[in-house]
């Protein structure tokens, strides 16, 4: 029974937490009432039985014990005010009917957490934190920032929230347009926390892939028009469709041009090209819609020596006009360098490098160590290797590199 309720918690937190939030109208309240309503469970569904809608009595439970709170702080209140304010607050949640229950209010808590008075880092860190339920250690290991400060980020947003009111609602549609590239990052985001994983040794967290697949299907669900929301979702499908080839039976990497392609999600593949094709039909073009299409080029490739890199470069430098980072450099490089040699996207590489901008990406030293090994320069590749195994975090990861490194160690010794 522990381990069931434990799979509900992961299942249903974040929609759980959602409602609670609309109910209380605080964040804290709300992931209070979110721990009671579970540890009430621990103790109830046990002896009593599993409810036909766990997520129905998680919420009304942890509404029953917010409102036995809040009842319990207005008669400690020392403030005439104060105790009027807890009194209404808990008839106004008592009130709410029982339907409300079944709502499922992450799109309203997407946009809430991504409002334009909270900042980009604020935005995606709370997003992380309330749909997806990471720990705020996930998170902050995520973005590379100390915990404490991630911690702070995380409740200042959720007082402003409170504190500015900021309406807990989807935006009217003046508004939408505007708030829609906050949120679609937010997704983004949350899909690539699952699939890259930022602690532990899991290469792929399912779960969180799926719920922004999950978010990306109800934004395409509520503006139709909007073509970028149509290519994040067509984006997440494609990635996600390589996840059973992405390792191998030791949970090794497994790199893309080596992957079993019998293994990719033939359905999601489908869905995912028809909705690039969708999306750059009716434009107009950006940046999602970019790497939705590199994404299609690899999954329309029936084999590795098929595809097709001049047109990935082109796309690349197309991506490169709109999102001038060093990210995507970074793969137009790698990209340039499958399609007219290694030579020329170590070239790129080096220049990139030498610019100090991507420091800390274990993938740009893991880059020029693969084409210099392509190369034949044993020695700079094993270098190139050594210090992207010095960067690189996850167990996978350093697996692969370490192997990487034996194998160009292995040549370097028998030339020399």
């Known amino acids: 029974m522990g381990m069931m309720i434990e799979q509900i918690y992961r299942e249903e937190s974040g929609r759980v937490l959602a409602t609670l939030i609309r109910l209380l109208g605080d964040f ?51 403030r005439q005010e104060e105790l009027l304010r807890l009194s209404r607050l808990a008839d106004h949640v ?134 970028e929301a149509r290519a994040l979702l067509a984006l997440m499908l494609l990635h996600d469709s390589r996840r059973d080839a992405r390792t191998n039976a030791n949970g090794e990497i497994v790199l893309l041009e080596e992957q079993d392609r019998n293994l990719w999600n033939a359905e999601q ?33 029936k084999g590795a020596h098929e595809t097709d ?14 999102q001038p980072t060093p990210i995507v450099e970074l793969n137009r490089a790698v990209a340039i360098a499958m399609a007219d040699g290694p030579a020329a996207g170590l070239r790129l590489l080096d220049e990139l490098d030498l610019r100090g901008e991507l420091g800390g990406y274990y993938l740009l030293p893991a880059a020029r160590g693969d084409l210099l090994r392509r190369l034949g320069r044993w020695a700079d590749a094993a270098t190139a290797y050594r210090r992207a195994l010095s960067l690189a975090r996850q167990f996978s990861e350093q697996k692969f590199l370490a192997r990487r490194l034996a194998d160009v160690e292995e040549h370097k010794e028998q030339v020399g």
């Open 309 to 322: 890199w001049r047109q990935i470069a082109a796309l690349y430098s197309l991506l490169l006009q709109l």
């Open 94 to 227: 008592a009130e709410e009917g029982e339907e409300s229950m079944l709502s499922d209010d992450r799109l309203r808590l997407i946009f809430t957490c991504c409002h334009p008075a909270l900042s980009t880092e604020a935005q995606v860190s709370l997003t992380l934190r309330t749909l997806c339920g990471l720990s705020t250690e996930e998170i902050a290991r995520a973005f590379l920032v100390p915990l404490p400060t991630m911690a702070q980020r995380i409740v200042r947003a959720q007082h402003k929230i409170r504190d500015a009111h900021i309406p807990y609602k989807v935006p009217g549609d003046d508004d939408l347009p505007a708030r829609l590239e906050a949120v679609l990052l937010a997704v983004y985001l949350v899909f690539n926390e699952g699939y890259n994983a930022s602690s532990g040794d899991a290469v792929i967290r399912r779960e969180l892939c799926s719920e922004a697949i999950q978010l990306g299907r109800l934004l395409c669900a509520l503006m139709p028009k909007q073509t």
């Open 28 to 78: 804290d309240l709300a992931e209070e009432a979110l721990q009671d309503a579970f540890t009430a469970a621990l103790v109830q569904w046990p002896r009593e039985g599993t409810p036909a809608n766990p997520r129905a009595w998680l919420v009304s439970t942890g509404r029953n014990k917010a409102v036995d709170g809040l009842r319990r702080r207005a008669r400690q209140a020392a």
């Open 269 to 301: 593949i489908g869905e995912g090209l028809a909705l690039v094709e969708s999306a750059l039909r009716d434009g107009p073009l950006g940046s999602y819609s970019l790497q939705a299409a590199i994404a299609s080029v690899h999954a329309s490739a």
